[in-house]
């Protein structure tokens, strides 16, 4: 018995004890770090959804959580209704076929018609318009994020995409942003729609979410804001640059038209004010002459002596005929007839 004894308490048997002990508390602890596995802190701005065997079985807090380890329970992680989250929405930019295409265009071969509308909306007035939007939404229903899983983002952009769409073909090109300033002095209606186009895309944004909730397929997300950066096709802003040059050149001939037409005619004016004054200067001045002429018929005239006219003509008579190279007399009475010789052949 006792070498027995001995065997048993020999080094290989002592190490296997070791070791068997060992095996034990490793086996232990591991089993422990297993059962605790998903006891953990929720921080304050997130949430915790707990799924057993893959059904949601509830939503935690803050705080401590304890759940049971996996596979039993899974616990994911889901943002708080305080956290503000951001995407940008790739669904309305040009591709990179589209940007490539446009690099390697000439006028032999130009850009496709499949890629060349990559990345624009068309407007209602047949316009062209680019927007870059930054959405900022909040998780409201974590069970229907946590089930739609890696699907919510790309929804979300599919539905932003769409409300975008639908707003552009509803909208003017100058209710989205300032194409022609020649246009802003013509009232304020576009400038008004063009604030209200933030709040029109999460509204309409925010009523297809509730519509896809209504039908069991919810995001579990709410927009709170979008940020919108509208631009024009590199093309169309030289096409607009050019017109809107013409146009402010067109309105400089055109002012200084006018101020040569103004200039005119204030010359014009005052040379027929000059012309009239002088017009009407020689008028008084040759009635005058006449009335001063004319004075003595007209004295006469109004004249009760009967002798005055024949006094006045044996006066006047003799200058006159001494202006006169020959007089020739002829009685009245006679009836002699006067011969009067023709001009020499």
Known sequence: ????????????????????????????????????????????????????????ERVAGAGLLMAWPQPVEQVITVPGPERVLQLHVQGL?????????????????????????????????????????????????????????????????RVITRSAIGLAAARDLDTILVARPEMLS???QAAER???????????????????????????????????????????????????????EADKALATARNDAQKTLQAATQKADRLLAVAHAQASEQVAQAQAATATITGLAHSDDPGLALRLYRERLPAILGKAGSVTTVDPHDDSRLILQGADR
């Open 1 to 56: 018995m006792s070498e027995l004894r001995e065997r048993g308490t020999g080094p290989w048997q002592q190490a296997t004890r070791l070791a068997f002990i060992g095996l034990y508390l490793v086996t232990l602890l591991a089993a422990l770090a297993w059962l605790f596995s998903n006891v953990r802190q929720v921080a304050p701005q997130d949430r915790a959804v707990v799924l057993r065997f893959g059904a949601i």
């Open 93 to 157: 930019q040009r591709s990179n076929a589209a940007r490539d295409a446009e690099l390697k265009a000439s006028y032999v071969t130009p850009v496709s018609d499949a890629l060349a509308g990559s990345g624009y909306l068309l407007t209602g007035d047949a316009g062209v318009v680019q927007l870059d939007l930054q959405v900022f939404y909040r998780v409201t229903d974590p069970r229907a994020w946590v089930l739609q899983g890696d699907h919510v983002l790309p929804a979300l952009d």
């Open 194 to 248: 063009r604030e209200r186009l933030r709040a029109d895309l999460v509204q309409s944004a925010n009523q297809r979410l509730r519509e896809l909730e209504a039908t069991g397929q919810g995001l579990g997300v709410t927009l709170e804001r979008v940020d919108v950066q509208s631009s024009l096709p590199a093309d169309a802003v030289s096409a607009f640059n050019a017109v809107l040059t013409a146009t402010q």
């Open 186 to 188: 013509q009232g304020n």
